[in-house]
């Protein structure tokens, strides 16, 4: 065999000539530019018309119409009946596991594979983190391995709460999230939180639009999540909102997002500790746009979705990855799994030093230093997709 074959046979041998075809391949469906982002926002509608409203007003900080619609329309979208707009999807949940009665000393029960956020907020109620794997075919919390863990780990006692017999703790919470937008079994978790007296709170922030048996993700629980960071499938820039059927946790989300301060006419007073967690006039004004939008943005990528999914059948080595039964994802971020950690590697470093974004999926949260200790079932499927997945160019196109 010449030498010009050997270099070739390493190549195929290195997988260098699949990602090769699969740079162009992704080049080619994002009209060929230079460089293709992970996922960018996409501005096609009334946001600059809604924007220079803010200006033209001078309502642009906390008080505007932008922020009360923004939340009208949220709650109107996902069926849900308050929404409550906040500065960022962290600051939400954050208020959301405080107003579930989530306290110091308490444990919630979350799912190792998310993004830090989901810890960072349980933390901030200075609680606990209890990790329970996910499942593989959805990449969210498992509800199989979350009521084994309490059958074994956990008993209700008088006062009706649910104790973690190792530590006596009390198990305030589950917060499954939902990931790149794919719901998992969320209705099969909410059953379980429900029989051991466990608050189901939604972390929806990837999944605005999606649906599991037709009804939204964030709407199951007592109260859900979602987040319009600049990498969302829609973005107010940054943002957030809580949403639930409970008028007490919304009126109350309402009044510690905006600092506690009483309502009056010149007067400053506030009744308890609160948070300045208000979303701006506008941030909101460009949600509102952007929400006009969203059916469209979903479909499109719902359509890429389905041109990568056909693009990846004909590669025994890599899988693409898609949205599980009884959903409508919305496809926020696309995955596909590799076939170890080796090769995933590999693909990060080739279409990353070839103009295409790639990123891993999270480093598992019980191996970042600060959740280290937390206790944690088997965590084998949140292992075998940490080394795998990988995400790729998820952006509108259009």
């Not at 994802?329 to 990060?348: E, G, H, Q, T």
């Not at 019980?366 to 959740?371: A, D, G, T, V, Y």
Request: net charge neutral; aromatic share 10%; hydrophobic share 35%.
């Amino acid at each position: 065999m010449c030498k010009v074959d050997l270099k070739y046979q390493e190549i195929i041998n290195s997988g260098l000539l699949m990602n090769d075809t699969i740079i162009s391949f992704i080049k080619n469906i994002f009209f060929n530019k230079s460089f293709i982002p992970l996922h960018e926002p996409k501005f096609m509608g009334n946001e600059k018309k809604y924007l220079n409203e803010c200006i033209d007003t001078n309502f642009v900080s906390s008080v505007g119409e932008f922020v009360t619609r923004f939340e009208k329309d949220i709650k109107e979208y996902t069926g849900a009946k308050f929404a409550v707009a906040a500065v960022n999807g962290t600051a939400a949940l954050h208020i959301a596991l405080k107003l579930s009665g989530v306290n110091p000393g308490d444990e919630v029960i979350t799912q190792p594979l998310t993004f830090i956020a989901t810890c960072n907020a349980i933390a901030y109620c200075n609680a606990k983190s209890v990790f329970v794997d996910v499942e593989r075919k959805t990449m969210t919390l498992d509800p199989d391995k979350l009521e084994e863990f309490l059958n074994q780990n956990s008993i209700i006692k008088n006062d009706g709460f649910c104790y973690n017999k190792t530590t006596g703790n009390i198990i305030k919470a589950c917060v499954p999230m939902h990931t790149f937008g794919h719901p998992g079994r969320i209705d099969r978790i909410k059953e379980i939180c429900d029989k051991y007296n466990i608050v189901l709170v939604e972390d929806s922030a990837e999944s605005l639009g999606s649906l599991y048996k037709d009804k939204h993700t964030g709407t199951f629980g007592k109260c859900g999540i979602y987040s319009f960071n600049g990498n969302k499938t829609i973005t107010c820039g940054g943002g957030g909102m809580i949403v639930t059927d409970d008028e007490g946790l919304a009126k109350r989300a309402k009044h510690i997002t905006t600092t506690a301060k009483i309502p009056h006419q010149w007067e400053f007073n506030h009744d308890e500790v609160g948070y300045n967690y208000r979303l701006t006039n506008i941030n909101a004004a460009l949600g509102c746009a952007q929400l006009e939008n969203l059916e469209m943005f979903i479909e499109n990528k719902r359509q890429l979705a389905e041109i990568y999914n056909e693009f990846f059948k004909k590669y025994d080595e890599i899988k693409f990855f898609s949205e599980p039964e009884n959903c409508r994802s919305n496809y926020w971020l696309n995955a596909v799994i590799l076939k170890d950690l080796n090769a995933r590697d590999r693909f990060l470093e080739v279409t990353n030093s070839n103009g295409v974004m790639t990123r891993p999926i999270w480093k598992l949260m019980n191996k970042l230093p600060m959740f280290e200790g937390c206790m944690r079932g088997n965590l084998e499927i949140s292992e075998w997709l940490e080394e795998r997945v990988v995400n790729i160019p998820s952006s509108v196109r259009l």
